[in-house]
């Protein structure tokens, strides 16, 4: 559209106004500045047909490959354009011939003319004007392309920080929810409505791993088949790399242009495109290593999650995992009846081959989730912590482990496990403690949340670890001990120096940032070194923590 063109147009570059242009061998000082024009300029008669170009106009054609001469003198500019199936030809002709008419001095309008290396956009503006008792109509084409794409990039980033916006509010909306007491279900179906019911979305699905860690299931969906979405893949999280890689290593994945996307099935790609979407979101749901299953977001746009807009996800994926982390926790917290299981592994699991080699007992501690596995604190019995250390750098599924505490025939080892049956109940919302391990096998003991379905969850162990054996169940009422009860058991368990040390340290803002008390002024409080106050105070938050941490003071 933005050069006309006639392969029967024979006329000579120089004005067809006939009598008008007084035009002399030399160019006119006119034409010279037409020529100077970065924009493409050409004048049309009252019959639609150019009569000039300038340089610009010519130069277009050459570069665009127009059909006969690139000056298009002769063409008629209406009757190329309506030839034309382009919605932006007719509302050029519509306005041209309003102008031609005399409906209105002037029309103007915005269009693209992409070419196949990159995007342009123009502005054109047709204006009339007589000259000598005729009138001409003026057609400029300017190139606003750095204009359009900065718009465009204004756009995009309002776009991301509206979405960014949204995905905040979400967070708010999720952590607010704590407070009113609701179930993990609540939270999940909350993300997904509000995603949902979002103009830049159109709908979302929190899909999680089986218990045996190999399939696939449902939890929640808003405005999606979430059975469908699962199905596509054939109930395996393998089949999509990016949900894979969403689940193993708690990252946001992304697939943006759908239909072009290799590594998503055909199936799923028809279930998306079907619904209208045009990329979407792989959201882990993970709190302190532990990933609860991902929050899959449709969008209609093909490329809808740019960098802030990945990172606003994360953050909302982190909170949702917080969120359920908090609801499981509280269940188990004020719940008046406890679930314990007692279960058996045998010699398949990793800490059952290390005590098999070091031919030593293991007391697990203690358990920490992070993302690159489970930290534990094993109490060495009947061998020395050195030999454990020499063992587990040999034993697949073991990694970083040094001595804390040594001894000739027994210690403290930490280790970060990679793979371990206690993880399967970890990430049911159970707590494990006692654990112990001998050459062979591994004895658990487990409580788990209220309403946990036990079957299974015994299911999915055993599937993970087929050695696994449920021992005994049974439920037994919780022990409840008053603040008045702890703050006993702690005056009985710290020395009094212990206590005042604490207290002082407490109450003097020794805790405090920045410091409103230092370890020295404490210390001359009770007339003591400041070593000595520093080795109280230890002590004293040694077993304080205790208290909180270790199960067996309870």
Excluded at 21 to 36: H, I, N, Q, V, W
Excluded at 206 to 228: I, K, Q, W
Excluded at 276 to 295: D, K, M, N
Aim: charged fraction near 25%.
């Amino acid at each position: 559209m933005n050069a006309p063109h006639d392969n029967h147009s024979s006329a000579p570059e120089r004005s067809r106004v006939d009598g008008v242009s007084g035009s002399t061998p030399d160019r006119s000082l006119t034409e010279a500045g037409f020529d100077a024009l970065p924009t493409q300029v050409a004048i049309l008669n009252t019959d639609a047909e150019i009569v000039y170009t300038n340089q610009a106009w010519r130069r277009f054609g050459d570069e665009n490959g127009i059909q006969g001469p690139a000056h298009t003198l002769g063409v008629n500019y209406l009757q190329v354009c309506k030839s034309s199936d382009d919605d932006d030809a007719q509302t050029a002709v519509a306005g041209i011939e309003r102008v031609l008419r005399e409906d209105q001095d002037e029309f103007s309008f915005e269009y693209p003319c992409h070419g196949p290396d990159e995007q342009r956009w123009f502005t054109m503006r047709a204006i009339r004007f007589p000259f000598r008792d005729t009138e001409f109509v003026l057609v400029a084409h300017l190139n606003i392309t750095d204009r359009k794409e900065s718009e465009l990039r204004v756009a995009t980033q309002n776009d991301e920080i509206e979405t960014y916006n949204q995905v905040n509010t979400l967070v708010h909306d999720v952590v607010d929810s704590l407070l009113d007491g609701v179930t993990r279900d609540e939270v999940e179906s909350t993300v997904c409505d509000q995603l949902a019911s979002s103009h830049l979305y159109g709908s979302a699905l929190v899909v999680a791993p089986t218990l045996d860690g190999d399939g696939l299931s449902v939890r929640e969906a808003s405005n999606v088949d979430g059975d469908a979405w699962v199905d596509a893949l054939g109930g395996d999280r393998t089949t999509l790399p990016e949900l894979d890689t969403a689940l193993t290593d708690a990252t946001v994945e992304a697939v943006q242009y759908l239909h072009d996307a290799p590594s998503v099935p055909d199936g799923l790609k028809d279930v998306a495109l079907d619904g209208g979407y045009r990329s979407f979101a792989l959201v882990p749901i993970s709190y302190l290593g532990h990933t609860y299953g991902v929050l899959v977001v449709n969008a209609l746009r093909p490329e809808a999650f740019g960098e802030s807009e990945r990172h606003a996800f994360e953050v909302l994926g982190e909170t949702i995992g917080y969120a359920i982390n908090a609801v499981e926790n509280r269940r188990l917290l004020f719940a008046d009846t406890l679930t314990e299981l007692e279960l058996t592994v045998g010699a398949d699991s990793t800490l059952t081959g290390l005590a098999s080699a070091a031919e030593c007992t293991l007391d697990v501690d203690g358990v920490i989730p992070s993302p690159a596995g489970l930290h534990c604190y094993l109490r060495v019995r009947e061998a020395a912590p050195s030999s454990v250390v020499d063992h587990a750098e040999t034993t697949e599924g073991i990694e970083r482990t040094r001595i804390l505490e040594d001894g000739a025939t027994g210690g403290t080892v930490e280790c970060t496990l990679t793979e371990s049956p206690l993880r399967v109940l970890l990430d049911s919302g159970a707590t494990v403690s006692p654990v112990r391990v001998t050459p062979g096998s591994m004895h658990i003991h487990a409580v788990v949340p209220p309403e946990t379905d036990i079957r299974l969850l015994v299911e999915g162990f055993t599937m993970a670890h087929p050695s696994a054996e449920l021992v005994a169940k049974r439920e037994r009422d919780r022990t409840v001990r008053s603040v008045e009860g702890f703050r006993e058991h702690l005056r009985t368990t710290l020395t009094d120096r212990q206590r005042q040390v604490v207290e002082a340290a407490y109450r003097g803002g020794y805790f405090a940032q920045p410091r409103q008390s230092s370890g020295g002024e404490l210390a001359e409080t009770f007339d003591i070194a400041g070593p000595t106050f520093h080795q109280h105070l230890q002590a004293g938050l040694n077993k304080l923590t205790g208290l909180a941490f270790d199960e067996s003071r309870h």
